[in-house]
């Protein structure tokens, strides 16, 4: 009854589960607090059916966010002991897990990944005159160059100047910044959770030289 009003789909196509993460009192009101997992049911049915021509069964499906989640649990409990927002970044989307005391609090995925950096750089012609990069030579020069932050007008070895790269970076990292202030806003104004006290970045985009300082 109350997540129908909080799906971008209709219920009664949904598959959903819950967990319940603690109890809480609202004046002298016995509530629950709970997480939900919401999925359309033709999403599910899609997955199933291509395990199934593999010749496997599926036992279970785990969202993305109890997957990072319970990955951080098994390998370095220690780093969820206090407010912590796990990003992921991965090549087509990135995905922001906020646990308090080792529990989900709340979990978003934003559609920007490493691959719009790439893209961001395709098409730039070394010097404005030469051959522009295909997808191929834009992957190979973020990933020896990352984040340009000092010498900015010094060239690659292609001759391509490292303000400019830095300029078209930036303008994805910049769309991903915002959305981040904005979960990380939502979840000490709207859930009254207090400040996120670590950023913990994973995932291959998180290979990206210079992104730690950046964020």
Known sequence: WQVKDLLPFPVAEAVLDYEVIEEVWEKDIKKLSVVVAAVPRRVIQEQIALIAQAGATVISITPTALAILRTFQALSPER???????????????????????????????PIGSAE?????????????????DAAKAERVKRHV?????????????????????????????????????????????????????????GGGADLKHLPNVL
């Open 80 to 110: 969820l002991t206090a407010s912590v927002a796990i990003i992921e970044i991965g090549a087509a989307r990135t995905h922001v897990v906020i646990v308090k005391e080792g529990h989900l609090r709340l979990a978003r995925d934003l």
């Open 117 to 133: 950096i790439t893209r961001a750089l395709a098409g730039v012609s070394p010097g404005g005159q030469g051959v522009p990069f």
């Open 146 to 202: 990352g984040i340009p932050t000092e010498n900015l007008e010094a060239l690659t070895d292609e001759g391509v100047s490292l303000g400019q790269l830095a300029a078209l970076i930036h303008v994805v990292l910049d769309k991903l910044m915002t959305d981040l202030r904005r979960i990380l806003d939502f979840y000490q104004v709207h859930l009254h959770e207090g400040n996120v006290e670590r950023l913990l970045v994973v």
